[in-house]
């Protein structure tokens, strides 16, 4: 169970592409879900926090206008990168939280590795 | 910023016991405390969450001491496979996880 998947798994595209990542939990609802990225030999940092039904919160540095996010459902988050650049390539992971509550805690997805040629 | 400090990085054999100790000395009284796994170009996998004393799942064992200012994962019988990336959160689960560098274990055969 807690299943989360990311689609795609990775992509290329050219400068100045929007690339639209896909973070969805498979077999329970989830209200909140997380946006992360991941430099190669680093920790993850987190990108912003989506919330369905509403507008989701950024983190101190991160562009709310090059990193939209939309949480439709409770099952289903976007980010989209608009305008890539070569210094938007990363790692992108996503979470998920369940709408049960209670203790539990955080299922990530296998993550998005996005190249900016 | 990260709430836990971890070692960066232990060594271990085949067959061993491996213990991992993170320090959360600002730990609030609702955070509980969850251990993921990382391996290269996969997202973090949950491993286990405990609040106090002693929580064992098939994988793994924590051990949080009463003043939970830290707590220590306990791998037993380590194997190849569990070189990985660990890292150590505090939360209420409610709240945006915060990673610090996280544990770089290497098992040697």
């Known amino acids: 169970g807690a299943v989360v998947s990311q689609h795609p798994s990775r992509v290329i595209c050219k400068s100045g592409t929007s690339v639209k990542i896909e973070c969805r939990s498979l077999?329970?609802?989830?209200?909140?879900m997380f946006w992360y990225r991941q430099f190669p030999k680093q920790s993850l940092m987190l990108m912003a926090t989506?919330?369905?039904?509403?507008?989701?919160?950024?983190e101190q540095g991160v562009e709310k206008d090059k990193f939209l996010i939309n949480h439709a459902s409770l099952t289903l988050s976007t980010l989209t990168v608009t305008s890539a650049h070569p210094e938007d390539s990363s790692f992108y992971i996503c979470?998920?939280?369940?709408?049960?509550?209670?203790?539990?805690?955080?299922?990530f997805g296998d993550g998005t590795r996005l190249s900016i040629l | 910023l990260a709430k836990t400090t971890q070692p960066i990085s232990m060594d271990s054999y085949e067959g061993q016991e491996v213990n991992i100790t993170c320090s959360h000395n600002?730990?609030?009284?609702?955070?509980?405390i969850t251990w993921y796994q990382q391996f290269p170009s996969q997202g973090p996998r949950f491993i286990i969450q405990?609040?106090?004393t002693k929580v064992t799942n098939e994988v793994a064992s924590l051990f949080i001491p009463a003043d939970r200012k830290s707590s220590t994962l306990s791998l037993p019988r380590v194997s190849l496979s569990d070189t990985a990336v660990y890292y150590c959160l505090v939360g209420d689960n409610f709240n945006k996880f915060y990673f610090g560098s996280g544990t770089k274990l290497n098992v040697k055969p």
């Open positions: 077999d329970f609802q989830a209200t909140t």
């Open positions: 600002n730990i609030a009284t609702n955070d509980y």
């Open positions: 979470s998920a939280l369940s709408s049960t509550g209670g203790n539990q805690p955080q299922h």
């Open positions: 405990g609040y106090k």
């Open positions: 989506s919330n369905e039904g509403s507008k989701a919160t950024y």
